[in-house]
Nanobody, 121 residues
Framework: QVQLVESGGGLVQPGGSLRLSCAAS????????MTWYRQAPGKERELVAG????????NYADSVKGRFTISRDNAKNTVYLQMNSLNSEDTAVYYC??????????????WGQGTQVTVSS
């Protein structure tokens, strides 16, 4: 059974930091590209950050470049999102996504339940 469980969300003040975690199980984590998405009320879901299966390449939305860092620990089957200099525009539900990196696994697409991040004073 595939499972992605996000944690680390919560309430933080503007300028503060938060570290999200996504623990994976039920599939070969090291063969999957991992991506963080977020969705704010009334807005479209957007890609925040992605990392390749072996962690040798990353990509970020322009709005979070220089502030957020995605990383992964394949030995722990966990992907992280370090968020610094948070502002109100970062308020959203953050979702963890796993996508098969190899062609034979490409259509495997798994999602976590999401974790709420609220940036407010």
């Amino acid at each position: 059974q595939v499972q992605l469980v996000e944690s680390g969300g919560g309430l933080v003040q503007p300028g503060g930091s938060l570290r999200l975690s996504c623990a994976a199980s039920g599939f070969t984590f090291s063969l999957y590209t991992m991506t963080w998405y977020r969705q704010a009320p009334g807005k479209e879901r957007e890609l925040v950050a992605g990392i390749t299966s072996v962690g040798d390449s990353t990509n970020y939305a322009d709005s979070v470049k220089g502030r957020f860092t995605i990383s992964r620990d394949n030995a722990k089957n966990t992907v992280y999102l370090q968020m610094n200099s948070l502002n109100s525009e970062d308020t959203a539900v953050y979702y963890c996504n796993a996508r098969g990196a190899r062609l034979a696994l490409r259509e495997n697409n798994y999602w976590g339940q999401g974790t709420q991040v609220t940036v407010s004073s």
